[in-house]
């Protein structure tokens, strides 16, 4: 099983940065990619920013060059570096594992971290 915890979270005004982290631990070989997603209230989940094991990185329109995603592959983590931020940043973010197992490959979901931006 795989256990993926995301951190940082919390309430910033609007040009603000914040700084999530995610880190994925238990039964792991290869982790091919971590990503970022969040879902705003009354909204499905949306995609935010990837990177894969060579660290090719992808990121939403909305949200380029605003916020950069970064791994420490070492460390099983991956960050997602926020600034500038708007009001329409706040959601949950949820950090995505993927992982190559014996089975394939599959994703695993963190519980999520709240982002609040408001003055």
């Known amino acids: 099983q795989v256990h993926v915890v995301e951190s940082g979270g919390g309430l910033v005004q609007p040009g603000g940065s914040l700084r999530l982290s995610c880190v994925a631990s238990g039964a792991i070989d290869i982790i091919n990619a971590m990503g970022w997603y969040r879902q705003g209230p009354g909204n499905q989940r949306d995609f935010v920013a990837i990177i894969t094991s060579g660290n090719t990185t992808n990121y939403a329109d909305s949200v380029k060059g605003r916020f950069t995603i970064s791994r420490d592959n070492a460390k099983n983590m991956v960050y997602l570096q926020m600034n500038s931020l708007k009001p329409e940043d706040t959601a949950v973010y949820y950090c995505?594992?993927?992982?190559?197992?014996?089975?394939?490959?599959?994703?695993?979901w963190g519980q999520g971290t709240q982002v609040t931006v408001s003055s």
């Open positions: 995505n594992t993927i992982v190559t197992l014996p089975t394939g490959a599959r994703g695993f």
